[in-house]
Structure formats: structure tokens, C-alpha cells
């Protein structure tokens, strides 16, 4: 029975650090393509979208 509980423990210790392991490289990643989202905010990407979304809501009525 210990042993069970044991061999448990040390599989939530690996998953936790592999999920620390992924939000660091994520939160990396972020950090490096921080510039290109921004790029896209200030070329009016987003803005497209919206005013595109707002016009299928609107458009249709």
C-alpha cells in the first residue's frame, strides 16, 4: 500500500514540473513574439476583425 501511494506522489511531482517546465517556455515564447502582436495591434488587425464581425452581426438585420 505505501508503495502505491509513493510511486502516486512521484507522478503529480512529475506532472506539476512538467507543467512548470511548459508555462515557463511558454510564458518565454510569449515575451520573444511580444513585438509581433504588438505589430499586429498597431497595423488595425484586430480592428479589421471586429469591424468585419460587427458588420456580419449588423449587416444582416
Do not use: W
Amino acid at each position: 500500500m505505501p508503495q502505491k501511494k509513493s510511486n502516486i506522489d512521484r507522478k503529480q511531482s512529475a506532472s506539476t514540473i512538467g507543467i512548470l517546465k511548459i508555462f515557463v517556455a511558454f510564458t518565454t515564447k510569449i515575451s520573444a513574439t511580444h513585438e509581433i502582436f504588438i505589430g499586429f495591434f498597431m497595423s488595425g488587425y484586430v480592428k479589421m476583425i471586429t469591424n468585419s464581425l460587427l458588420i456580419y452581426k449588423f449587416g444582416a438585420c
